[in-house]
């Protein structure tokens, strides 16, 4: 089942879907994922429209039908869930990871 | 003004994506501009010697392929095409373009699943399976008959290279795998193979796919040495061998650069195969008979035990035998001289043992429809007595067979001498 292996998000993943909370088209997202990411991130075309399909695949994002020859692309409901439940356990991670840093502070 | 095309077959491999924008880059420098690639063959237009940068990459999301292309070509990629519709060639003049593929755990995934299903690898299995099946499983289950040594080795020796041929693919891929995993984990690069490796990898390759028609080739001349009329085949194959050496030779001094020649090679290569495997054919039902003088009358074999005797201590050489799980087959034959000298009288036997039922059927079957549906059964005295004297509807051959447990036994004899004066009562010996 395809949802089963995006369970867990790797980095670039997880921009993507950040940067598509709103309708984007590919060079788009390139771009946002860079300012989201205050240029530490870079995405290449492959390397995006691998993830894409997947997500597409998965039911996390869906095509918009501009009219043009390529198409944007924007979260689903579903899509939102696992980028949700991704923002927690790295928020979970940072917190356990606070508690021990304070120590070695 | 019309542009010269120039063609290269370059035998690939996935893993080799760096090798192959190497190859492009220079062949660009040499002013040679890649259109397509078609069936592993490159195709090149003629055009000013320029410094390009050449990607190819492994894609398979086929739902977004076109917005894919789309914004590589934002990006400063020029597509310039695409290989089954999963390696795309990209080229730019921009040093500073972005990579297309940054991710390299998630191509690492893409390219090993891509390199590992590759044409080559998992076809070869398949198609060495399916010869294995074929020949064993549904010759045995159809024709109840077992193929002959020949034809059995050789295509045995056929299935085993195949195998192994896939085996050192596989183990190579696995190598490659293995080490990628640990570099990607270690945050590295994919180790694709440049240039250079890929050359040396095309020589490995090339002295496997030799190997293949020479094991070939010894087996045949091997199993066939007992066969005169494939003999004359195996020289044909010997003479094409020594061509492929001569190629392959001529091949490597000119390193990887000219294709074209591999391909002879391979051509050739299959085209022994081939002339093998129509040799083995040909000597398919073929049996060297016993013309060993057997006195007459008493010492015709008509009952199981006799065939059994007589089956034993013939030699191999003389006497085809084989043994599946399915079944034991036996093929003989005896001469028997008549009073008169110049008179002989000739029962060739063909006898099957078998503990499966449907096996004994399916091959009374098969005998039945070779005798157009006037195979004799033994099941009374006149059947039998038909078959060897026959003096009531005389019928210069006669074949008959009958079953006794798990054997089947077929009996066929050539024309009686005028003064046949034997007679046993097979059904007597037999029942």
Known sequence: ?105 | MKHRIVKEEMVFNYTELTAIEQYLTQKEKDGLKLQKIENGRFYFLKSDHRKIRYSAVIFTGHSVKNDFITTCENQGWEFVCSYLDEMYIFRTQNSDAVEIMTDEKENFKTVAKRAFLQPGYITFSFYALFLLFKVIFFRNHFEGIIATDAEDCTVLMFVLLSFLQTAIKLLHFACWYQKSRKLINENKKIPFSDLKKAEKTAKIWNIINLAYPVLLLLTALFVGSGYSDITAVCWVCGIIFIINLFILLNEEAKKTKNKRKYAVFAFASLLAVLCIFTATQWSKGEYNNNFKELPYADSVPVSVADLVENTENCTNKIIKSKATRFGQHYKFSSVYKTDNEEEYFSIYYQVLISEHPWVLRDYVNLINKENDGKLIKADNNYGWNELYLNTHNYKPMQTGYAIKGNTVIVVERSELPDEVNFYKTAHEKLF
């Open chain 1, 1 to 105: 089942m395809p949802r089963k292996s995006l369970q867990t998000l790797s980095e670039p993943m997880y921009y993507v879907l950040l940067a598509l909370t709103k309708e984007l088209y590919g060079t788009e997202i390139m771009s946002e994922v860079k300012r989201i990411s205050k240029g530490r991130m870079s995405i290449g075309p492959g390397t995006l429209y691998t993830m894409l399909d997947k997500f597409y695949t998965a039911g996390l994002i869906k095509r918009v039908n501009s009219g043009l020859a390529t198409k944007s692309y924007i979260i689903t409901d579903e899509g939102k869930k696992v980028l949700k439940e991704e923002y927690e356990r790295l928020k979970a991670l940072i917190s356990d990871g606070e508690s021990v840093m304070e120590v070695l502070k």
